[in-house]
């Protein structure tokens, strides 16, 4: 069974385009976690959710929107995509906010042409 | 500025052998500094995480050392197989009002070859 599962695994858009990117998780946990792996294989956190509330908002623009439905999902929306949106995006789940373990996806690779 | 450098950048080892690779960091407050595995096309896999108070942590062929006072940490690979061919990331968390802030080091990419 998967842990924490992302759809999709690859995206390919063009300039301008919205698009969302889904995680799950399975694992009864209540912090979800997305961050970015730019091509020098950094990873950076962006938004972090306990419950479905927003309790870290990196500096991120606007065009980047997470939502929460319920704490097993964290979808992440993109408004107007640009190059530099190119990336890998990894979501990840933790038991709470003060758990050291988390656990993260397969990752979305998104290249905007 | 909260860091973590890793190094070396990149390393190749015949199998069978012995490596280490090393973690700095300048994260404060500290809270635990964990080790990654990353295999191409996936997403990092939890080796070890040590506290404050914990100087090594073994997981199998991995052991990994923290030396609080100077900030640094190792991760030594014992008797490499092919399959530690990956990507070894350092991460080091601080305390902050959200709870767990990670710091990710860029990773140190490790080949093992026949």
């Keep these: 069974d998967t842990a924490v599962s992302q759809t999709p695994k690859y995206l390919v858009t063009q300039m301008g385009n919205d698009k969302s990117i889904k995680c799950?998780?399975?694992?009864g946990h209540d912090t979800m976690y997305w961050y970015k792996q730019d091509s020098k294989k950094f990873l950076k956190i962006m938004f972090s959710y306990n419950n479905k509330e927003l309790i870290i908002n990196e500096t991120v623009p606007n065009r980047f929107s997470p939502k929460s439905p319920d704490k097993a999902h964290l979808n992440?929306?993109?408004?107007?995509?640009?190059?530099?949106?190119?990336?890998?995006y990894f979501c990840a789940s933790s038991q709470d906010r003060q758990s050291y373990e988390q656990y993260f996806g397969p990752g979305t690779r998104l290249t905007v042409t | 500025k909260n860091?973590?450098?890793?190094?070396?950048?990149?390393?190749?080892?015949?199998?069978?052998?012995?490596?280490?690779l090393q973690c700095n960091y300048t994260v404060s407050p500290f809270s635990n500094l964990r080790w990654y595995k990353q295999d191409t096309g996936r997403g990092p896999v939890s080796l070890t995480i040590m506290t404050f108070s914990e100087n090594t942590k073994s997981n199998g062929r991995y052991t990994a050392t923290l030396d609080a006072d100077t900030k640094q940490s190792s991760l030594h690979i014992t008797a490499s197989q092919l399959s530690d061919s990956a990507s070894y990331i350092c991460v080091v968390s601080g305390w902050g009002a959200a709870g767990n802030k990670l710091t990710f080091g860029g990773g140190t990419r490790v080949l093992v070859k026949p």
Excluded: F, M, R
């Design chain 1, 76 to 88: 992440l929306h993109i408004n107007s995509l640009e190059l530099g949106d190119s990336a890998v």
């Design chain 1, 24 to 27: 799950e998780q399975n694992l």
């Design chain 2, 3 to 20: 860091q973590v450098e890793q190094s070396p950048q990149s390393l190749i080892i015949l199998e069978g052998k012995n490596c280490t």
